[in-house]
């Protein structure tokens, strides 16, 4: 029964996504060169595919840390227990004390640890020190290190099926729901970077009229060529 569930939301995400994707539209008035603050948040995205690009062997152990790192703090949030953890130069690996469950295991790809940490070390300070004037280095770290966390899992989920996503049972729900969440993330770390330029209520009331603009398409298709097969008949 589980096994159906899956099945049926991973049609429901092939759609889901694609109007949460299209939804991302309304942000784009940020993506202005008048908009000072989006030259250091996207000078940060562009430093970090070129770097990625120029030197893809020197991301390996940074993202090695991070996802390891990541499993390990899901394990734990979930009432997990880490029996051991390895971390090295092209490879690691987390060994609970249980089984893990799903989230447990496409953590990586759905949580961008760097960019996370980093917010979390500069709001945290914000309470204490005035961090205004170190605002546009953080947002050029925010763009390199959400531009490490897309690419690499970009790069995963389009290599050979790997271990974590095997580990799911199903594969294909597993990338639609990392695809989905992704695009929340995206949208989420948008509104905190610049809070007062982002309406999130409006990209999700969006991703809901996509929704339903596509399914509604998607059934105009089915009974065109339903008619079509019953004259052919």
Known sequence: MRSVIKNIASLVLIPLNIAS???LAIFLPIFSLRNSEFIFFSGGLILCIALYFKFPDKFSTPYIFAHET???????????????ISIKKNSGYVLF??????????SPYIFPFYAMFIAFIYFSLSFIFEMAPFRNYFLILEGFFLSFHLLKTISIMTSSIQSDFKQTKKPFFAYMFVFAINIVFFALILKMLFPYKIAIKAFFWASINNFFSILSYVWFLLTKLYNLAWKII
């Open 70 to 84: 990541t499993h390990a703090l899901f394990g734990l949030f979930f009432g997990n227990k880490i029996k051991k």
């Open 21 to 23: 994707f299209q939804a």
């Open 97 to 106: 004390g249980e089984r893990t469950g799903f989230m447990v295991a496409i």
